[in-house]
């Protein structure tokens, strides 16, 4: 196997297709592994120049990485390749006791023996920018900082009130920190001593600068690199430069099939319009109570969702099943201990797991950050390839799923804020 240009370590299942898209859209040949892989299925991927492992740190507290993070990042540098990157979702939503980015970089740091960890979260393509340290966010055509956007703002779980990215993650750790702002990045690099390296992204221009930074100069010393898939999309213009990587390849439409199944525990209004749009257009709902599927008693309610989604199946129709209808049905208040939300997305694996088998499926969705990172689990998938990138919504691209119980299933993950209203029309026709 020749010496991979990148590893990384995704936060939740959804931004790590993210990655995927990214890498695997422009050229590098990418496989995301759901657990660490033994030798047989590491095998099946040598030509592969990216790899990836899906975890779920987003939604995890610090003590959790302490263990669990720490052995990622030692399996991860032993694939010895030019950079690993913890990435993290592109609105950098997370706080102190959950999805704590600062004890992230605090673990990688240790494991890669890194004194500076290069930061990225700006990426144009999914409408991501960072100016002078402040993060924007666009939503329904218009761009708002991070502490005013509509929805991170009032996230269920971790609410952006910070739009300074560097303020931020000084809640949540005490490592010294530093900024190229996107005026001075086309400049020459001077260096520096700080613990992080914020590196702003705004356009095409302070992109490129920002990937010739990171490749041509912070990778001698820095191999450990943390942000969204801003990081690829900088990289790809420093590999093409450098003539690492070769032209895009043509993804061909994966084509219509009769019917597909979502499982949604998003509470995110673009996930709400994205339901009501399908329920329109030839879809048929199940409500779900997240209660009951988070509950000690859940087996019946999986039962009850299971069966009534088969029947809407058996009868030719596509189905969605979901936990809300935007946050105005948010029952999150409700639950009763911290793991509840991941039940719930536990729940919904086993439920689309029954459905693929039962209905025989090719094709279905999990909607949502969070519940992709525990439903997929469920589902019996080892690993994921790109079928066909959404150049129209990247973020959330149609996969091939290789394991024992799914080996070639198709599936997309997509994160709340992703996609336009028509996205599960879209995935059911196969074509962007």
């Known amino acids: 196997m020749t010496k991979p240009l990148i590893s990384y370590y ?13 890498l695997a859209s422009n050229g590098v040949e990418t496989v995301l592994f759901l657990e660490k892989p033994d030798d047989a299925l590491l095998s099946r991927f040598a030509t592969a120049r990216a790899f990836g492992l899906a975890g779920t740190s987003r939604s995890e507290m610090p003590e959790w990485m302490d263990t669990h993070l720490r052995d990622a990042f030692e399996w991860l540098k032993t694939l010895d390749a030019e950079l690993c990157h913890y990435k993290v979702c592109s609105t950098f939503d997370s706080a102190p006791g959950i999805g704590n980015i600062g004890r992230a970089i605090e673990l990688g740091r240790a494991v890669f023996g890194e004194t500076t960890v290069p930061l990225i979260v700006g990426a144009p393509q999914i409408r991501r920018y960072t100016a002078f340290g402040q993060l924007f966010a666009a939503y329904q055509g218009r761009n708002y900082r991070i502490d005013r956007h509509p929805v991170m703002s009032r996230h269920p779980v971790t609410p952006m009130d910070e739009a300074d990215i560097l303020r931020h993650l000084a809640r949540q750790t005490d490592l010294s920190s530093a900024l190229i702002d996107n005026v001075s990045i086309s400049g020459a690099f001077g260096g520096t001593n700080a613990g992080i390296l914020l590196l702003d992204v705004l356009d095409a221009a302070t992109q490129a600068a920002a990937g010739n930074i990171l490749w041509n100069e912070l990778r001698r010393e820095s191999r450990f690199v943390c942000g969204s898939s801003g990081v690829e999309y900088a990289l790809i213009h420093a590999w093409s430069a450098a003539g690492v990587i070769g032209e895009r390849p043509r993804f061909d439409d994966a084509g219509p099939v009769d019917r597909i199944a979502v499982v949604s525990g998003s509470v995110s209004p673009t996930t709400e319009r994205q339901i009501r749009h399908a329920l329109d257009n030839g879809f048929d709902g199940v409500a779900l109570d997240p209660l009951a599927l988070s509950g000690d008693e859940s087996g019946s309610a999986i039962t009850h969702a299971t069966d009534a989604a088969l029947n809407i199946l058996s009868s030719g129709k ?91 299933l198709e599936i997309a993950l997509k994160g709340g804020q992703v996609g336009g209203d028509d996205y599960f029309s879209m995935i059911r026709a196969g074509r962007p």
């Open 318 to 408: 596509s189905v969605v099943l979901y936990t809300a209808l935007g946050p105005s049905a948010d029952r999150g208040g409700e639950l009763t201990s911290s793991g509840s939300r991941h039940r719930i997305g536990q729940a919904l694996g086993r439920i689309q797991r029954e459905l693929v088998a039962k209905a025989g499926l090719s094709r279905a969705v999990v909607a949502g950050g969070d519940t992709s990172s525990h439903a997929l689990g469920e589902m019996g998938i080892s690993a994921l390839t790109l079928k066909m990138p959404l150049p129209q919504t990247p973020g959330s691209p149609l996969c091939i799923a290789h394991g024992n119980h799914a080996d070639g």
């Open 10 to 22: 995704g936060d939740d299942f959804t931004g790590s297709t993210d990655v995927m898209e990214a």
